[in-house]
């Protein structure tokens, strides 16, 4: 755990230690006694500068734009309760009737995955592998302003979260405050559960050089979300060897993806975008 592994360094600086696991658990999504010391070495923990690239109008724009391209054949707003798998194929059992194929790839996040139907089911040691598996608790807000701004971030170490104002594709800074804390006593501090207004005035109280109109604040959550349950996977003390293999690793017909399958790029959005190529890869073998 990052607590063990952050004892032996010198204490002469002990607010430089709080706001790094301050910045580590809230980018994790979980309490340092729970977050795995090789959490100290990802990417998501570094203070260094480095680009950060979106997707221009939103990241939900490459899912509906994959979705138009294939037409009737995607099924949106229809819930997978149950997969029947065998030699032959497999079976989707859905709300609105069933689909046959001759193989699923599973992209569903940890958490609805722990609960979906497979019959037959899996072998045990996916089971456990996925009830090993970290789970992230995070949240974001975003708050209008009401005044121009510059580029900039700021982290509330108490809070657990930072907050940031950011370019936008015309290379203009977005009339907006962002915000992203994490960990569940750090969410339950804020009490997103209730609401976006207590964060609102925490954000602003940090940030008392901009302009934020608190009213029109919008927050996003996961853990409260019956289709995600999660913001994204941790790496926790949990975790054995072997379980990024085992989790991004086909049974027959079923292959899995998701950014939780996705190794050393796990809990990021390239990493889903990278397991779905992986699992497409390996249906595209297993039918060759």
Known sequence: MITQDLAGLATDQPAAI???ISRVTATHGVDAGELAAEALAD???SYNARPTWRVDGGNQRLATGLAARLGDAVWLGTAARAIEHGTAGVRVLTDNGEVTADAAIVAVPMTVLRTLRIDPPLPDRYQAAWRRAGLAHNAKLHLPLTAPAQPSAVLSVPGKFWTW????GSGQVQPVLHA????ADGLAALAVSQGPQTWADRAAELRPELAVDRTGALLTTWNDDPWAGES?????VSVEPGDD??????SG??????????????GLMEGALRSGLRAAD???ASTA
């Open 18 to 20: 709080d706001a790094y």
């Open 43 to 45: 990417l998501t923990s």
């Open 165 to 168: 104002t950011a370019a936008d």
């Open 180 to 183: 992203f804390g994490g960990t």
């Open 232 to 236: 994204y996977s941790a790496r926790t």
């Open 245 to 250: 293999d085992l989790i991004a690793q086909p």
């Open 253 to 266: 017909r079923i292959y899995f993806a998701g950014e939780h399958t996705a190794g050393d790029w796990a």
């Open 282 to 284: 390996e249906v595209l």
